[in-house]
């Protein structure tokens, strides 16, 4: 197929849709795969910059963007919803039949950027992330489980900071500042002493201009080698990519030999550590190890922050992550091409996929097509306020994906909850219901508009929904919403093929003269921040804030991390803080906990009500479906 813009030969994969539509592994099984080099050959991508990881996933360099540097971005293209269920509503398989219908019926040439799954979901709740029907990434099985190992790679950066941390305050506790200065200032075989590579960004804050460790005073050899963490500051955890409730909290230095410095700490799922934020925010190798160097671990006793070029651990967490922030290449159903990195929780952090796979797509394709977690409120407030301040790059179209399912929630509808059967009045036409519940819709619209950005409407449609329940989202998103288009879209039963109009829509909004804003300036108090964020987009009459969050914000302001973006840290299943509130919830005030800082990463979060970074497993978790056939190696129920 000809026809895009970068004059380059694109071949889809065909699709041979089936009725009733099988399970998303079964469809996943049966797919042709391209090699992967293929479709980096299609892509532009040269020979030397791809890493292959087997035949079907591979590494793409970073030297890309040096080469294309010239080359004009292509259009940039964000996929949200409307507040979920929380089933989901369809947002990736949106995100990738949207995309199989801009490369392989449209002839535009087109990336999709999405995010790493959690294996923690992904045998909990969630049962997979790679789309769904005829909308997916390919192979499923590798997207849900290791990929190329990013998540492993963050877990062990994240983990070796946790030990640095509570190993520094061991040797502090029992040693003399000559001591420690000796040790951390070994004789090599002649004699001299040397700053490790790692140590040097410590010196020069502390004002050492000197490289030679015995040349400094005695008051300059106890201010570097005594940190004197205060333990009670200290807001790192240890990580692991598993669902386990019971580590939330946990206490450390229980051995004898741990000199009585016990203390309470927790884990949290490894998508929540600021590490896997840093690489989703990151611009190259230089940027990772400037952001990862700033992370603030605690404070010491005399209120100054403590940081990991402080521990000296700054440069091994980048060696830790040197290949994890390559792109990982892959492919939909259809063809076209995909680059699955980074998964920050989009609860906590700001639930985006990387900077570095949009940056590379954009001088790739005519269209990126990516995604941010949750609704509207949610991950695309924190892709234009937090992300695209530090990618600078400008969003072209938003694609706000609805369900009738969602919406008769909204409406008033029973609750809806994971694993437990559907109400029959979800399979049921019901307009008075419906329409109650576009009022969510409307509010999501108005939030994206706000932004000065246009917004199409996929209806994300169900075999259950009937044609007037379709037609009346449709209807009122573009009468009633004013969204620049509302497209009803089949891609689940059918791909690309029934995303057609969907895609077409999007081209045309794409093409619309941007009059993008941001929400706040960053020079606004941390607290008029928080509070444009929950009047402008939540629609709350205020915000209250414990002692401990008004603590935190004086804390934040006198270190200088005031100027950061806010990423709000709340529940997805709500536009409020409080889940049972559905619809366009009036009348209440958010209390804002606690705040906490991400200075690597870069934003500050304030938490919303009670919200966990470990989630845990229910009665029946995803992984009593999955299993392997030992005969044929073949992965069985993940979907």
Request: with cysteine; aromatic share 6%; hydrophobic share 40%.
């Amino acid at each position: 197929m000809e026809g895009n813009s970068k004059g380059r030969k694109f071949i889809p994969t065909q699709l041979d849709p089936q009725k009733p539509v099988p399970a998303d592994i079964e469809i996943a099984q049966s797919a042709k795969l391209k090699p992967i080099t293929q479709i980096a050959a299609e892509l532009g991508l040269l020979e030397d910059e791809v890493e292959l990881y087997g035949p079907y996933k591979a590494k793409v360099k970073l030297d890309v963007l040096e080469r294309l540097k010239d080359v004009p971005n292509g259009k940039y293209i964000d996929v949200t919803a409307i507040t979920p269920t929380p089933l989901g509503e369809g947002k990736t398989t949106t995100t990738v039949g949207l995309s199989q219908a801009l490369g392989a019926h449209l002839g535009k040439n087109v990336m999709t950027c999405i995010r790493q799954p959690s294996q923690g979901p992904t045998f909990g709740i969630k049962g997979g992330a790679a789309g769904g029907g005829y909308s997916q990434v390919i192979p499923m099985e590798d997207l849900n489980l290791h990929l190329t190992g990013d998540i492993h790679a963050i877990t062990a950066a994240n983990n070796l900071m946790a030990a640095a941390i509570d190993v520094r305050m061991f040797h502090e506790s029992s040693q003399s500042d000559e001591t420690l200065f000796k040790r951390l200032f070994p004789e090599d075989k002649t004699g001299k002493r040397y700053f490790g590579r790692a140590m040097m960004n410590r010196a020069r804050t502390l004002g050492i201009t000197s490289d030679d460790p015995n040349e400094m005073t005695p008051e300059e050899r106890s201010r570097f080698v005594r940190l004197d963490i205060d333990p009670n500051t200290i807001t790192w955890m240890r990580g692991i990519d598993t669902n386990d409730r019971y580590l939330r909290q946990i206490t450390v230095g229980q051995d004898v030999e741990d000199k009585g410095l016990s203390r309470k700490t927790g884990f949290y799922i490894t998508v929540a550590s600021e590490i896997m934020a840093v690489l989703a925010l990151t611009t190259d190798l230089q940027d990772m190890r400037r952001r990862l160097g700033n992370i603030v671990i605690g404070l010491d006793r005399k209120g100054s922050a403590v940081t990991a070029d402080d521990l000296g651990v700054a440069g091994a967490l980048t060696v830790l992550m040197k290949d994890a922030i390559k792109p990982t290449l892959m492919q939909t159903l259809e063809g076209t091409p995909v680059f699955v990195h980074a998964g920050p929780f989009a609860n906590i952090a700001h639930g985006n996929s990387s900077i570095i796979a949009d940056r590379i797509g954009l001088k790739l394709s005519d269209y990126v097509v990516t995604e941010s977690g949750f609704g509207a409120d949610m991950g695309m407030e924190k892709f234009f306020d937090i992300k695209c301040r530090y990618s600078d790059l400008i969003p072209s179209a938003v694609v706000l994906v609805a369900t009738v399912r969602a919406l008769k929630m909204h409406g008033g509808g029973p609750k809806v909850t994971a694993g437990v059967p559907l109400d029959p009045i979800y399979r049921e036409e019901n307009l008075d219901l419906l329409r109650e519940g576009l009022k969510n819709l409307r509010h999501h619209i108005s939030i994206v508009k706000k932004y000065g950005v246009p917004v199409v409407v996929a209806v994300n449609s169900f075999f259950t929904d009937t044609p007037a329940e379709l037609e009346l989202v449709r209807r009122v998103a573009v009468e009633e919403g004013r969204a620049f288009d509302a497209v009803i879209s089949s891609h689940w039963e059918m791909g690309g093929k029934g995303a057609v109009a969907l895609a077409e829509a999007v081209v045309k909004a794409a093409n619309q003269p941007s009059n993008f804003q941001f929400l706040y300036p960053l020079d606004w108090p941390i607290k008029q921040k928080i509070e444009a964020i929950a009047q402008e987009v939540y629609g709350a009459d205020g915000v209250d804030y414990s002692p401990e969050a008004e603590e935190r914000i004086k804390e934040y302001t006198r270190l200088g991390l005031g100027t950061l973006p806010i990423c709000m840290a709340k529940t997805h299943l709500s536009l409020s803080h409080d889940p049972a509130l559905k619809g366009v919830p009036k009348g209440f005030r958010i209390p804002i906990r606690d705040v906490r800082a991400s200075a690597g990463a870069g934003f500050l979060y304030p938490i919303l009500g009670e919200i966990s970074t470990m989630p845990g497993l229910s009665t029946r978790p995803a992984f009593m479906d999955i299993d392997i056939d030992p005969v044929t190696g073949k992965i069985l129920g993940l979907s």
